[in-house]
């Protein structure tokens, strides 16, 4: 007699089919695929489920010449029941998840206490019917044909009571959706409010407002309207109702953020125009002295040159700004403030009486005069504008570091036309401000070249960790060689060990020219990329 090859778990499995089929002492069993709907048979009484029309079972063939055949038939019968077994599985959770979202929607969507009472109802009817499949199917690991034809009755029970429950939330929703009808105006106006109150945030950003609170006031008017929105797509009368309440005040708060920034507008615009004119009346009064620079041909040359084009420009940012453009006037005025710088510092280092101050040697225990002072800090300004293309390549709040500078040359210059008119007291008050701006240019200074060493770190901790991994390189390689099933994984380890080289290598180089922002961008991609190495390494060596 030929042997089956079954494993004695398949062969255990086997047997408890051939149990549960009622097939008893046999060597071959084959399904009759040939049955008829009026046979006498189809006519027995189901033994399970008795008032049942009786379940068709396999004709039975014996031969005893033919045990293989038998476990073979037996297998594909254990497959077939397994199936359908997984098969009502799958349903119970599909329907389960169902019946779950049902409720959930009617929580929201049921109004009226008639569609709440018709909807419990069904779920009632769900919940029993659930509770009967379970106390049918427990406990049975083999459940038998009639009881599974039981589990699917109660099934279909199930699906009967969903869309019922269907049909209830239906009509629910449809008198929640004309009771939301009644409330739209009062969204509606809510909502055009909000809309075309943030239609003018580009107007103030032209005019060079700070738009923080304008845009936080936003968000909270325009969250309750986003809720309202949704309760609508939800038929959700209650949840309308509720966000409906919450709105009190929200709308005022931000048409009265709106209103603080236009004040804003009528103050950066009168201080654009007091700038331009103080730009102006500091350069006109500093070229009253340009007869101290005839010494100097090519200094007064400049100084006459940065003169007239603040002369000339001054009227045209006045009235770039009277039509309205507050980028074109302040593009002016920072021209004219650069313009105005110039003229000072060709002043101090050209003319004759600031010659004649500058060559004076500081006794020692004596105070710094202003004038040196002020010197010092024109070369820290200096030197600011030169660190700036490190800071913007290393600190992503690079601008911050600019304004700082900006701030600096601003009240730098008006200390300087303070000097330059004998001010001496007004020149010293702007030394400690002056002094202030140049230490927080210092301390960014300073972060960014921790930035620098802290990625530098990152780096060398991470090529720590992926030596060992990399290290694995000829290990990995001839176990692939010996086994084909790892040879994709091999291919792709070694794709990804030159990913993470190369991403190291980037890395490197930016630190080297101090650009954190791109080494750090390099170090998370090696990061990533050492971490899919370790993937491939492990099927492979898990293989």
Same mark, same amino acid.
Do not use: C, S
């Given at each position: 007699m030929p042997k089956s090859g079954l494993t004695p778990e398949q062969k255990k499995w086997t047997d408890q089919v051939l149990k549960h089929l009622n097939l008893k002492n046999v060597d071959e069993v084959q399904l009759d695929e040939t049955h008829s709907d009026n046979t006498e048979h189809d006519?027995?009484?189901?033994?399970?489920?008795p008032g049942q029309p009786g379940a068709r079972r396999a004709r039975v063939l014996v031969s005893k010449d033919s045990a293989a055949a038998h476990q073979e038939q037996a297998a594909r019968a254990a497959t077939e029941f397994k199936a359908e077994i997984t098969q009502l599985s799958n349903r119970y959770q599909a329907l389960a998840t169902n019946a779950q979202k049902l409720d *959930?929607? *009617?929580?929201?969507?049921?109004v009226t206490k008639e569609h709440i009472d018709l909807f419990k109802v069904q779920i009632e009817k769900i919940s029993n019917t659930f509770k009967r499949f379970n106390k049918n199917f427990s406990g049975q690991q083999r459940p038998d044909a009639g009881t599974i034809s039981v #589990?699917?009755?109660?099934?279909?029970?199930?699906?009967?009571?969903?869309?019922?429950?269907?049909?209830?939330?239906?009509?629910?929703c449809e008198h929640a959706d004309a009771m939301i009808a009644k409330e739209m105006p009062a969204v509606e106006a809510y909502q055009n409010t909000v809309e075309d109150t943030f239609k003018h945030r580009d107007e103030l950003t032209q005019w060079g407002v700070d738009t923080t609170d304008f845009d936080k006031a936003h968000r909270i008017a325009n969250l309750p309207l986003l809720r309202m929105q949704k309760a609508i797509s939800d038929h959700s009368y209650q949840g309308l109702k509720f966000m409906l309440g919450k709105i009190a005040g929200k709308k005022e708060a931000f048409v009265k953020a709106y209103d603080d920034a236009q004040q804003q507008i009528e103050i950066n615009k009168e201080e654009v125009q007091q700038q331009l004119n103080e730009t102006l009346a500091d350069a006109t009064s500093l070229n009253k002295?340009?007869?101290?620079?005839?010494?100097s041909p090519e200094a007064l040359t400049q100084f006459t040159s940065a003169f007239e084009k603040v002369a000339t420009s001054t009227p045209k940012g006045q009235q770039a700004l009277s039509t309205g453009d507050y980028q074109g006037a302040t593009a002016i005025l920072h021209?004219?403030?650069? *313009? #105005?710088?110039?003229?000072q510092q060709l002043w101090f280092s050209n003319a004759t009486t600031a010659d004649g101050e500058a060559d004076q040697p500081i006794e020692k225990g004596k105070p710094i005069p202003t004038r040196k002072k002020i010197e010092n800090l024109r070369h820290a300004l200096e030197q600011a504008y030169e660190r700036l293309p490190f800071i913007k390549a290393s600190l992503p709040n690079a601008h911050q570091y600019e304004a700082e500078c900006k701030s600096l040359k601003k009240l730098l210059t008006s200390a300087q036309s303070d000097l330059i008119s004998g001010k001496v007291e007004d020149a010293e008050d702007k030394v400690l401000p002056l002094r202030k701006i140049r230490f927080q240019l210092y301390s960014l200074t300073h972060k960014a070249k921790e930035q620098v060493q802290w990625v530098e770190k990152q780096l060398t901790q991470l090529k720590d960790d992926a030596s060992s991994w990399l290290d694995r390189h000829k290990d990995l390689k001839l176990i692939s060689q010996s086994d084909e099933n790892v040879r994709q994984s091999f291919d792709a380890y070694e794709k990804e060990a030159e990913n993470v080289r190369n991403h190291f290598d980037s890395a490197a180089g930016h630190i080297e020219s101090g650009k954190a922002i791109q080494a750090q961008k390099s170090v998370d991609e090696g990061m990533n990329s050492l971490k899919r190495l370790i993937s491939h390494a492990s099927d492979i060596e898990l293989d």
């Open positions: 006519k027995r009484p189901n033994e399970v489920n *959930a929607q *009617a929580r929201k969507q049921l #589990l699917k009755t109660l099934l279909d029970k199930v699906q009967y009571h969903i869309t019922e429950g269907k049909k209830v939330l239906q009509q629910g002295r340009a007869p101290e620079l005839e010494h021209d004219n403030e650069g *313009a #105005l710088f110039q003229m």
